[in-house]
């Protein structure tokens, strides 16, 4: 079963270190471990709509209205780490309702409001083994000079981790159908 211990294991394995077998134990791997992994693991799903890592949420609004310019505010998801889109339009569509996120609520209109986005998946035995593998890279470049103390290494790792992200972003969208285009052709219709 993956997780983030067994993730940054590998990784230290990888750098010639011994393996850790949880978070707290004694130890400069282990607490830089603590401190690295929960951050680089946001950030990567951050990154991209990953499909293990994607909700949807129905959201009531809050009692207390916003000061100006909404009629109303809605508290986002404990898990919530990006929007992907409302109801059934991504972020883009000329279509999607009109919100802004501000701080921890989304500021709209409506009685409710449907939410796709990205989630805080801290369940990694859940993930995509391309995603696990994704995240083993990452571990390995962001301890490498910790670890190491070597610039060169970090350099070398970090040009493979962005070569292994465009590709497990690539498989990931491929189990996806293609948008379709939106019913506004004013685009087409202008260029006639």
């Known amino acids: 079963m993956t997780t983030g211990i067994s993730i940054c294991s590998a990784a230290l394995l990888q750098l010639g270190k011994a393996p850790i077998s949880s978070f707290e134990e004694a130890g400069d791997a282990a607490r830089l471990c603590a401190n690295l992994y929960p951050q680089e693991r946001d950030s990567l799903l951050r ?15 809050l009692a207390e209205a916003p000061a100006y310019g909404y009629p109303v505010q809605f508290a986002l ?25 501000q ?7 409506g009685t409710v409001l449907p939410i796709e986005y990205v989630f805080r998946n801290d369940n ?13 890279a990452r571990m390995l470049w962001k301890l490498a000079y910790p670890v190491t ?3 060169s290494l970090r350099e070398e790792l970090k040009t493979e981790y962005n070569g292994m992200a465009r ?3 690539a498989i990931d969208s491929q189990e996806n159908p293609s948008q379709a285009l939106s019913d506004d052709y004013t685009l ?3 260029r006639q």
């Open 77 to 101: 998801p404990a898990d919530y780490l990006r929007m992907i889109g409302i109801g059934d339009y991504r972020l883009g569509s000329p279509l999607c309702r009109d919100f802004k996120v």
């Open 149 to 151: 103390q070597s610039t």
């Open 167 to 169: 590709a497990a972003r």
């Open 124 to 136: 990694e035995g859940t993930w995509d083994s391309k995603l696990v593998e994704l995240m083993t």
């Open 103 to 109: 701080g921890r609520t989304i500021l709209s209109s």
């Open 188 to 190: 087409l219709v202008g």
């Open 47 to 61: 990154e991209n709509d990953w499909n293990c890592a994607t909700k949807r949420a129905l959201l009531a609004p």
